[in-house]
């Protein structure tokens, strides 16, 4: 069972930056692709970005370029620095895990967190 805990969500105006972190527990943290999704009030939840258990990153085009997920292994945690964000970033952010392999797809994860928001207006 792994148990995953978000924090860094708050307000912030547009072009500015966050950073999102998220701590699991358990002791095979380093064998589970880590990833981001988001949900915005009245919409699906949708994919952001995630890593695989060797490193490998993948990102959804509308955050490619300004959005860098990571993760540290020794720390048992996964990172999401969001720089440029625009009002359309407000959202509810949640990691999640799965072992291995990246997927974009929500039901294929195993392990969610609780989420924390982030909004994006002057």
């Known amino acids: 069972q792994v148990q995953l805990v978000e924090a860094g969500g708050g307000l912030v105006q547009p072009g500015g930056s966050l950073r999102l972190s998220c701590t699991a527990s358990g002791h095979t943290f380093s064998t589970y692709a880590m990833a981001w999704f988001r949900q915005a009030p009245g919409k699906e939840r949708e994919y952001v970005a995630a890593m695989n258990y060797i490193g490998r990153t993948n990102y959804d085009n509308s955050v490619k370029g300004r959005f860098t997920i990571s993760r540290d292994n020794a720390k048992n945690t996964a990172s999401l620095q969001m720089n440029s964000l625009k009002p359309e970033d407000t959202a509810t952010y949640f990691c999640?895990?799965?072992?291995?392999?990246?997927?974009?797809?929500?039901?294929?994860?195993?392990?969610w967190g609780q989420g924390t928001p982030v909004t994006v207006s002057s």
């Open positions: 999640a895990a799965r072992t291995y392999s990246i997927s974009t797809v929500v039901s294929q994860y195993d392990y």
